[in-house]
């Protein structure tokens, strides 16, 4: 059974950064598509960054804001936030997908497995 686990969640004021990781567990994903993902409440989850194969992939609205990155010697995926809004408050979750290319879903039901995700609180 693949794991998922997400770290770096917190509180932090508007302007602040947190780095989310997430970390596979029992496996190297070394052949995985690796997403982020978020949901607010009240709202659907929403797409946030991708990784595959050393390519990226960001939603329009969070790019510039946002960066994903991989670590292969420690099998984690990164997701840096820098500029934190209020309204990037959410849960943020990581997901992944065995892929053989640098082909990046954005689609929530293209994910294969997921992790329990970890809350982002943006105070103003």
């Known amino acids: 059974q693949v794991q998922l686990v997400e770290s770096g969640g917190g509180l932090v004021q508007a302007g602040g950064s947190l780095r989310l990781s997430c970390a596979p567990s029992?496996?190297?994903?070394?052949?995985?598509?690796m997403g982020w993902f978020r949901q607010a409440p009240g709202k659907e989850r929403e797409f946030v960054a991708g990784?595959?194969?050393?390519?990226?992939y960001y939603a329009d609205s969070l790019k510039g804001r946002f960066t994903i990155s991989r670590d292969n010697a420690k099998n984690t995926v990164y997701l840096q936030m820098n500029s934190l809004k209020p309204e990037d408050t959410a849960v943020y979750y990581c997901?992944?997908?065995?892929?053989?290319?640098?082909?990046?879903?954005?689609?929530?039901?293209?994910?294969?497995?997921w992790g329990q995700g970890t809350q982002v609180t943006v105070s103003s």
């Open positions: 029992g496996r190297t994903f070394s052949s995985y598509a």
């Open positions: 990784w595959s194969d050393g390519a990226t």
């Open positions: 997901a992944a997908k065995q892929v053989y290319s640098d082909y990046v879903p954005t689609n929530e039901n293209k994910y294969d497995y």
